[in-house]
Structures are given as C-alpha cells and as structure tokens.
C-alpha cells in the first residue's frame, strides 16, 4: 500500500480539525521537515492562511482547519472537501472542543469512528492519519484533562478495531508526545487548549514520523 504518486510527484496531504489545525504553525513546521528531506508535498482543502513562503519555498497554503469545530461539524463538512481535494494522506486531529466542553465527548469517539468509515468508504485509497489529541495546560488531574484522556482512550479503542479490518488508518498520539516531557504545560503549551511552537514542532516530528516513508 503507497498512498502518495511517485518521486517527484507532490503528495497531496489535507490537514483536518479544529483551531489547532487551523492556525498554520504545526502545518509550515511540517511542511519545513518536507523541504529537509527533499521531498514533495502539498496541502490541501478549502480553507486558506500561512506565509508565502517557508525557508523560501512556496508555501501550501490550503487547510481543513477551522476553529470552534467539534466532531460531528467536522463530519458535515469533510464529504465534499474530500470529494473536491482527492488528498492521498489526511491527517486529522478533532476532539479537543468536544472534551473542553464536554456535553457531547463521551460519545465523541464512537461518531469520530464513523466519520472515518464514511471517509474511508469515499476515498478507499486515502491514507487517515489520526491523533489521540493534545492534553490542555492545566494540571493532569484537572476535568479537562481528564476527559481528554478518556476521550483518548476511547478513541484509540475505535482506531484499533478499523486497522485490524484493513482500514487505510493509522493512529499517532500527540498526548504521548507531549506528556513524556513532564513539564509540557510550560514547554508545549501557549494556553489551555492550543501548543506554542515548540509545541507544533512536537507536533510536526508526530505526524511526520507517520507518513515519512510515503511522501516521496
């Protein structure tokens, strides 16, 4: 299985979820590991913001990124950006305004799973890249948090159950990247919800290190 086309050839990666995603550090931290290793790789999706340019390369500035959104928005709109953008990897990060508002997270799991069926079921050959979620910069006791890890749990449960059927999913855990250093609320954290950039740049190296071997 090779999602992307061949060397030379641009992959074409859609960045999807909530502000996260929608602010562009993480995607132009991403897209600097791309020009590192000389490889090719552009961004899609409807929405639009970032630099020109990164390290004097043109920069994609396309995204699924949008701020507020919760799981089932997420749902509504991803049909037709998947049908309008063709991408060959999403990489998708949803969940954190479920979990910080937590009316609706302990069913976030389940419905996440089957946005990725019908995702799947619509693009068969697209590689989903999927992230446990950041923690938020309160205390790992806090309710937030603790939901978040709940959420996490849950979440890597739905994940598991599509990569043993043969889904093009893989799953990577931002919550673990950023917990291993025991102070990331002041390394990793700018506020309670969202990384600062050296924050991204954990979250860079954890998307990354998932589809490294395919961007060509």
């Known amino acids: 299985y090779d999602p992307c086309p061949a060397k030379g050839t641009e992959c074409k990666v859609m960045p999807l979820g909530d502000s996260i995603t929608d602010n562009s550090q993480y995607r132009e931290a991403l897209f600097r590991k791309v020009i590192a290793a000389n490889r090719k790789m552009t961004y899609v999706g409807n929405s639009m ?10 920069f994609p500035r396309q995204h699924e990124g949008h701020s507020g959104q919760m799981v089932d928005d997420t749902a509504r709109l991803i049909p037709a950006s998947l049908q309008k953008n063709k991408p060959h990897i999403v990489l998708l ?11 609706t997270v302990a069913t976030a799991p389940a419905r996440l799973g089957k946005m990725l069926d019908a995702m799947t079921q619509m693009s068969p050959n697209t590689l989903m890249v999927v992230a446990k979620i950041v923690p938020t910069k ?14 996490n749990s849950a979440l890597g449960k739905e994940l598991d159950v599509r990569i043993k059927a043969g889904q093009h999913v893989v799953m990577v855990d931002m919550y673990a990247a950023f917990t291993s250093n025991p102070n990331y609320a002041n390394a990793y954290m700018s506020d309670h919800l969202h990384p600062n950039g050296a924050g991204v740049g954990v979250m860079a190296e954890t998307w990354w290190s998932a589809i490294k071997d395919f961007v060509k």
């Open 49 to 58: 913001n970032g630099p020109a340019t990164v390290d004097g390369v043109p």
């Open 93 to 103: 990060m949803i969940g954190t305004n479920d979990a910080d508002r937590s009316s």
């Open 138 to 151: 309160a205390a790992l006791t806090a309710p937030s948090n603790q939901r978040i890890e709940t959420f």
